[in-house]
């Protein structure tokens, strides 16, 4: 079992930033990818950024250049940098972690981009 808590969403003007948290317990030492996904109101879940064991990222490009994920293993900790935010980015954004016995998913943090 993983547990996943995250953090730092919130509301933000066009053009901000923020930085989402997924703190990560249990059996993380089987960990393979780390993910951030968002879901938009009456929209499909999709990934928005994932990162491997092997420090390989990909990102669509909706969000190339943009968004960028990262790991603090000390922590056991991922982030995502959401910078250059438009109101189009505004979701329900979830912490996804792939180990080698199963997924799991964290609780959502909401984003909303407006002025």
């Known amino acids: 079992q993983v547990q996943l808590v995250e953090s730092g969403g919130g509301l933000v003007q066009p053009g901000g930033s923020l930085r989402l948290s997924c703190a990560a317990s249990?059996?993380?030492?089987?960990?393979?990818?780390m993910s951030w996904h968002r879901q938009a109101p009456g929209k499909q879940r999709e990934v928005v950024a994932s990162?491997?064991?092997?420090?390989?990222?990909m990102y669509p490009d909706s969000v190339k250049g943009r968004f960028t994920i990262s790991r603090d293993k000390a922590k056991n900790t991922v982030y995502l940098q959401l910078n250059g935010l438009n109101p189009e980015d505004t979701a329900v954004y979830y912490c996804?972690?792939?180990?080698?016995?199963?997924?799991?998913w964290g609780q959502g943090t909401q984003v909303t981009v407006s002025s």
């Open positions: 990162l491997t064991s092997g420090g390989t990222t």
């Open positions: 996804y972690v792939r180990t080698l016995i199963g997924g799991y």
């Open positions: 249990g059996s993380i030492s089987t960990i393979t990818i």
